[in-house]
T-cell receptor, first 114, second 109 residues
Framework: GDSVTQMEGPVTLSEEAFLTINCTYT??????LFWYVQYPGEGLQLLLK?????DKGSNKGFEATYRKETTSFHLEKGSVQVSDSAVYFC?????????????FGIGTKLQVIP | DAGVTQSPTHLIKTRGQQVTLRCSPK?????VSWYQQALGQGPQFIFQ???????QRGNFPDRFSGHQFPNYSSELNVNALLLGDSALYLC????????FGPGTRLTVL
């Protein structure tokens, strides 16, 4: 079945440091890929997405590129802020004729210190 | 647009009881999915409803059931609660790109 593997945290960075959170996936067909963010005490928010190979999703300074050859969708940000502290989930949605379900990774907690 | 709303926010039950959680989808969305998020874990897909029918189901026992109403709102019912059912229950609306509600925190004692 479908699965998502992402690096376990927590990840602790100083403000303005470079961020990479690795994510690889296993899926049949051509899934859509997502990064969701969950701030403390809140639900999940879509951060960015990519729907086909070589697509780059971007939002709020975060980027991720859909790499089909390496089945990866790593999240990057050039300069993190304290406000980026949250849990980040990599996820995929399979192509299944419109009846979609999202498979999530375990989540990576990011803590940014001033 | 109110987005996806869920009620109640928190709930405490004891083992063996039954619980009903509610969800209203984002305006214009006719598909509702439910997820269980245990502490420190990623959300796990429970099932999805479309046109008042269950269209997909994850690996959850029959104690978990649902319903979708003509206005697209949805309920999640869990019978014979176990301690392991304690989790954040998330509702999402939309297909492929899903918008999530804030969740209902269920504690089973």
């Amino acid at each position: 079945g479908d699965s998502v593997t992402q690096m376990e945290g927590p990840v602790t960075l100083s403000e303005e440091a470079f961020l990479t959170i690795n994510c690889t996936y296993t899926a049949t067909g051509y899934p859509s890929l997502f990064w969701y963010v969950q701030y403390p005490g809140e639900g999940l928010q879509l951060l960015l997405k990519a729907t086909k190979a070589d697509d780059k999703g971007s939002n709020k300074g975060f980027e991720a590129t859909y790499r089909k050859e390496t089945t990866s969708f790593h999240l990057e940000k050039g300069s993190v802020q304290v406000s980026d502290s949250a849990v980040y989930f990599c996820a995929l949605s399979p192509y299944s004729g419109g009846y979609q379900k999202v498979t999530f990774g375990i989540g990576t907690k990011l803590q940014v210190i001033p | 647009d109110a987005g996806v709303t869920q009620s109640p926010t928190h709930l405490i039950k004891t083992r063996g009881q039954q619980v009903t959680l509610r969800c209203s989808p984002k305006s214009g969305h006719d598909t509702v999915s439910w997820y269980q998020q245990a502490l420190g874990q990623g959300p796990q897909f429970i099932f999805q409803y479309y046109e008042e029918e269950e269209r997909q189901r994850g690996n959850f026992p029959d104690r978990f059931s649902g319903h979708q109403f003509p206005n697209y709102s949805s309920e999640l019912n869990v019978n014979a609660l176990l301690l392991g059912d304690s989790a954040l229950y998330l509702c999402a609306s939309g297909v492929n790109e899903q918008f999530f509600g804030p969740g209902t925190r269920l504690t089973v004692l």
